[in-house]
């Protein structure tokens, strides 16, 4: 009866300690990573002067993005999850105008600086492939140049990506991410007799390389 007794318990002792191990590999799973990723932007197409619209020679830019982003997997399935994401980006783009304003000039140039957001589903295949695909948002401020007249900047972006990440331990992943991106800016220019707003939009594919570091 001791014996059994002793079975019984190691037993439990041992689905004990199978369960806390399960719960401490999927806690480890549920951490947050450092996202470092430099990538592409799309230009400027489309200028609207308080009614007057024209279309713009997109100039594609690039965009450096610093995100702290959490995923967060099943328990009763830890190969899936969602991920909550959110950081600073700093963005760099412009754009040539079809129809020349004399005096004005035609060259747009512009630098915004802001936060973003994301909230996705995230897919882990075998040990060491993730894949991703979130919709995301962004808001920011910056400077933008006509010709050497620069002015103040409100930015909005939004888009969805997708990504494919590498785990090269238990700390690092290397990413690659594709997807589409639109923004919308505002302006106010300078035209004698007086101040115009204008509005200024583009969008177009994005693609980013992405180092992470995981805590």
């Known amino acids: 009866m001791r014996f059994k007794g002793f079975i019984v318990l190691a037993a439990v002792m041992g689905l004990v300690a199978a369960g ?11 951490d947050i990573a450092i996202r470092i990723s430099v990538g592409t932007a799309p230009g400027i197409n489309k200028e609207d002067l308080e009614g007057f619209n024209q279309t713009v020679d997109e100039d594609d830019g690039w965009q450096l993005e610093a995100l702290a982003v959490k995923r967060i997997w099943f328990e009763n399935n830890p190969n899936f999850g969602y991920t ?10 412009g754009g040539k105008r079809t129809f020349d304003v ?3 000039g035609s060259e747009y140039d512009a630098d915004v600086f802001g936060i973003t957001g994301q909230i996705g589903l995230a897919y882990q295949i075998g040990k060491y492939i993730i894949v991703e695909g979130s919709p995301y948002f962004g808001f920011g ?26 785990l090269l331990g238990e700390k690092i992943e290397l990413g690659f991410e594709a997807g589409y991106q639109g923004f919308v800016t505002e302006y106010t ?21 992405v180092l992470a570091v995981k805590f």
């Open 189 to 209: 220019i300078d035209l004698r007799p007086g101040e115009y707003e204008v509005d200024l939009t583009g969008d177009g594919p994005l693609y980013s390389a």
């Open 141 to 166: 401020f910056g400077q933008i140049e006509l010709n050497g007249d620069d002015g103040g900047l409100m930015y909005t972006s939004y888009g969805v990506k997708g990504g494919l990440y590498i």
């Open 20 to 30: 806390s191990a399960e719960a401490e590999a999927t806690a480890k799973k549920n």
């Open 102 to 104: 004399p005096k004005y």
């Open 84 to 93: 909550l994401g959110g950081g600073l980006f700093v963005s760099s783009f």
